[in-house]
């Protein structure tokens, strides 16, 4: 039996030596890369916090000492020392989540995977433990050093150093990289650190320089306030960093030595006030092909060869919404010299590195900074250049104040392009894109367009930065692109009908990619002798006027999205159609007002009755139970169709 199999809870490592501990830690390297090979995921992370992981839940007892991880995708070894070591169906459906779950564990704590949030929840958890009467109780945020270039993690050290009577310790999980490497001034700063020569030195014999200190040593430690007068600090200058905060400071160490680090913890619990500890790790630690990967060292992978590292499985039908993306802005900039991009620490994965190859002074990476990142876009539009703002969808909801007020407001000419938008699947609800429209849409000015394929991105993408004197979205899904829909007409305000009937019985008004799934529901409507016009309004919004007009020629008006029901597209619609005196019944489909749990992305959209058969079952069963008048009476064969389809 090894010993990871004999690990039901954090205790079980009290009893194992430290050789032991040394075998325990590479026996979950080979664990994360032999399952997480299987089902994908954030393995890079992982294997850099091991030894990490295995220090904070020796020195600290969890769950009564809470542990909070910034982001949470560095969770598995949390998870498999605390008991969960199935991860046969990881981030699917009645499996283990790709990141804290509360509903998993007691020992998971926080479950969004929004970054640089860690430190505000260890401020206030541990203010509240002392209001409480549970001083007694320890609080330890593990937090990458990547998160520091978001402004959330400085306003809580801001607040967490106005109030030292409490037991907090901030791990900084420093591998130099968030997703991609780290960048800006901090980033610079820490590098500094890691390379300096007296580190380097350092960093190799780690586990004697803690024998070095001694008592004597330690003493010094405990005695002087703030620990950025301890001897490392002094070494690495980390005293002009944190002195002025008021927070001790402990590092750097190397987080690789499991020893060292539980040293550095043990430390940094016994000062009972608010604690730095500097861990240096690498990202990708024991696995040769994450290493030598430069672009992101296998931060999230898909199923791949685990000898190997390379990716197995068919194609995936297709080019990616991403790379047609980053194929097109790359080819804009040739002729656009006023297009600027600017992302938020996620280069690659948003698209954005294909410009940045050939225009590099024209990209800017803000870090995960997505307030900054819109702001400083406004005032790049105000100097004269048109920003494109590639984000998550997801990450959007961040910086919606700076979009109402700072762009909005303003009538800035930015350009902000969603990526993952909708239901994005295994990576669970903090990941899903499906708040943007009903989010979004309430922004006085701002357009938004969701392409339904490849072609209509490219479109869409340069009309959005020809506009000059508002904020443009074009919001995309995550996966590959499916092949390219004609319309079958065009109206003069840009409204693509992509099937049209002569009888008017129902309008279907598709967002999207879901314009094949209209058109798959009118062919089964059309079936049972209901006629469909389908329409994809290209700009959802503001409302096309012709989007009306059709809605005013027929029975019944069906909106199909995947943004959530309540504020999303149709209730837009329906709110300008009542505007407009039009009484057309409308029916709004799309997600509920729920938190998606972690699943494929057929099955989420198949219990919100986002498929073709439910969406044909239901408008039936609408046109039947409200008598809605049809063109002609259904027939006897689609009434038996009917009947099958209930």
Do not use: C
Not at 535 to 540: A, T
Request: proline share 5%; no cysteine.
């Amino acid at each position: 039996m090894s010993i990871l199999e004999t690990i039901s809870g954090p205790r079980d490592l009290d009893r194992l030596s430290n050789e032991q501990l040394i075998e325990l830690a590479a026996e979950i390297r080979r664990f994360l890369i032999a399952e997480v090979s299987k089902t994908g995921g954030h393995l890079g992370p992982n294997l850099g916090v091991v030894e990490l992981t295995i220090a904070i839940h020796r020195v600290f007892d969890s769950p009564h000492d809470a542990i909070v991880f910034d982001t949470g995708h560095q969770s598995y070894v949390h998870k498999l020392l605390t008991g969960r070591q199935d991860f046969s169906h990881l981030r699917e459906r009645g499996g283990l989540a790709g990141y804290p779950q509360r509903s998993e564990s007691p020992h998971d704590v926080v479950e969004s995977s929004h970054a640089s949030s860690s430190l505000s929840w260890a401020d206030g958890i541990s203010r509240a433990f002392v209001m409480t009467g549970q001083a007694d109780r320890h609080v330890v945020a593990v937090v990458g050093d990547g998160a520091l270039t978001g402004g959330m993690t400085w306003e809580a050290l801001n607040n967490i150093s106005d109030d030292n009577d409490r037991n907090l310790v901030i791990v900084v999980n420093d591998n130099g990289r968030s997703y991609a490497p780290t960048i800006g001034g901090m980033a610079r700063y820490l590098n500094s650190i890691r390379t300096a020569a007296g580190y380097r030195d350092l960093h190799h014999s780690s586990e004697r320089l803690f024998g070095h200190f001694g008592a004597a040593g330690r003493a010094v430690y405990r005695g002087v306030r703030g620990g950025t007068h301890g001897f490392l600090a002094r070494l690495t200058n980390n005293q002009a960093l944190y002195s002025n905060l008021d927070i001790k400071y402990i590092g750097p160490v190397d987080a690789h030595d499991e020893h060292a680090m539980e040293q550095a913890l043990h430390q940094a619990k016994e000062y009972r006030q608010p604690v730095i500890v500097h861990a240096i790790t690498e990202k990708g630690r024991g696995y040769e092909p994450a290493r030598n990967d430069e672009a992101d060292q296998f931060h999230a992978v898909g199923q791949i060869d685990p000898e190997t590292g390379e990716p197995i499985g068919g194609a995936d039908g297709g080019p990616s919404w991403t790379g047609v993306f980053s194929d097109e802005i790359a080819e804009l900039a040739v002729h656009n010299p006023k297009i600027v991009g600017i992302t938020a620490a996620m280069l690659r994965p948003t698209g954005l590195h294909k410009m940045a190859e050939r225009f590099p002074t024209r990209v800017l990476d803000v870090g995960i900074a997505e307030q900054h990142a819109v702001t400083s876009a406004a005032g790049l539009a105000f100097g004269g250049l048109h920003p494109v703002v590639a984000l998550y969808a997801t990450f959007v909801n961040r910086a919606f104040d700076q979009v109402l007020m700072d762009v909005g407001l303003h009538r800035a000419g930015v350009t902000f392009v969603l990526d993952r938008a909708g239901v994005t699947g295994p990576d669970g609800p903090s990941h899903h894109g499906m708040w943007d429209l009903a989010i979004l849409q309430i922004v006085p000015t701002i357009r938004l367009a969701a392409p339904r394929d490849g072609e209509r991105l490219r479109e869409e993408l340069a009309e959005a930065i020809a506009v000059d004197d508002a904020p443009t979205v074009i919001r995309f899904p995550k996966g590959a692109v499916g092949p390219n829909i004609d319309a079958v007409q065009r109206t003069a305000d840009g409204v693509d009908v992509l099937r049209e009937s002569s009888q008017h019985d129902v309008l279907l008004v598709t967002v999207g990619p879901f314009a094949s799934l209209g058109l798959e529901v009118a062919e089964r409507l059309a079936a049972q002798g209901i006629g469909a016009t389908v329409i994809d309004p290209r700009w959802v919004v503001p409302t096309a006027r012709s989007v009306i007009d059709f809605a005013a020629k027929h029975r019944l008006v069906v909106t199909i999205e995947d943004g959530i029901r309540v504020g999303g597209i149709g209730t837009r619609i329906r709110q300008d159609l009542r505007d407009a005196g039009v009484d057309t019944a409308v029916t709004e489909l799309g997600l509920p007002d729920e938190f998606q749990e972690h699943a494929t992305r057929s099955q989420i959209l198949e219990d919100a009755g986002l498929t073709p058969q439910h969406i044909a079952r239901d408008v039936v069963a609408q046109v039947l139970g409200s008598k809605i008048p049809i063109a002609r009476p259904l027939t006897d064969a689609a009434d038996d169709e009917s009947r099958q389809l209930g």
